[in-house]
């Protein structure tokens, strides 16, 4: 079957920089995105990962490595406004996205 | 603010009752999606329309229904609502067909089944 898994929760502290880990195993790989939903909201769009490496915007950057499966976002300068759960999704070999259930980031003063 | 409008934000029903979740977007993407959203799950996918005229069935179709009569509206139809259908859901669209690129997202309608 087809696997997208994250952290349920995460804790970190204002200022500092946390890493966000998601671990795939689906049928075939079109890009990995990443999406922050606050709560109560909608989800919106972070980044995008078809090539290994890492993309970089602004305080936020995602890596991925195909050959392990393997994503992370990584939050820079962390704020209190970061608050939020951030979903981790692959493009599978049909075109279809695959939803982890997200990761929720809480950050402290 | 251009972008997806979802309607209503919040509902209570009763079992048994039909109900339309209204999505409405005014960017001209082609495809449009349904998605369910619970605690401790993934988004899942209902049913989505990579343009207008078609449809297709996503993850969890079962008791659902959609029509895709035009590029700006895709409403969402429980026919017999059931307690296990109590979600938030979301829709949302993205400017491509051949598959989700970044995907543009309404801001949820939530639904009680009682």
């Known amino acids: 079957g087809q696997n997208i898994d994250q952290p349920t929760e995460m804790t970190a502290t204002e200022g500092a920089i946390v890493q966000i880990n998601c671990t795939y195993q689906?049928?075939?790989?079109?890009?990995l995105f990443w999406y922050q939903q606050h709560a109560g909201e909608a989800p919106t769009f972070l980044s995008y990962?078809?090539l290994d490496g890492l993309e970089e915007k602004g305080r936020f950057s995602s890596f991925l490595s195909r050959s392990k499966g393997y994503s992370y976002l990584l939050l820079k300068e962390l704020q209190m406004k970061d608050s939020a759960s951030y979903l981790c999704?692959?493009?599978?070999?049909?075109?279809?996205?695959?939803w982890g259930a997200g990761t929720k980031l809480i950050i402290k003063p | 603010i251009a972008g997806i409008t979802q309607a209503p934000t919040s509902q209570i029903l009763a079992a048994g009752r039909r109900m339309t979740l209204r999505c409405t977007q005014d960017?001209?993407?082609?495809?449009m999606y349904w998605y369910r959203q619970d605690l401790g799950l993934g988004l899942r996918l209902i049913h989505y329309?990579?343009?207008?005229?078609?449809?297709g069935k996503g993850e969890v179709p079962d008791g659902y229904s959609v029509s895709r009569a035009n590029t700006d509206d895709f409403p969402l139809t429980l026919a017999s609502a059931v307690p296990s259908q109590t979600s938030v859901y979301f829709c949302?669209?993205?400017?491509?067909?051949?598959?989700?690129?970044?995907?543009?997202f309404g801001e949820g309608s939530r639904l009680t089944v009682l």
């Open positions: 689906t049928s075939g790989f079109n890009g």
């Open positions: 999704a692959v493009r599978d070999s049909n075109y279809q996205l695959i």
């Open positions: 329309s990579n343009t207008a005229g078609t449809t």
């Open positions: 949302a669209s993205s400017e491509g067909s051949g598959g989700p690129g970044e995907l543009f």
């Open positions: 990962n078809v």
């Open positions: 960017m001209r993407h082609n495809a």
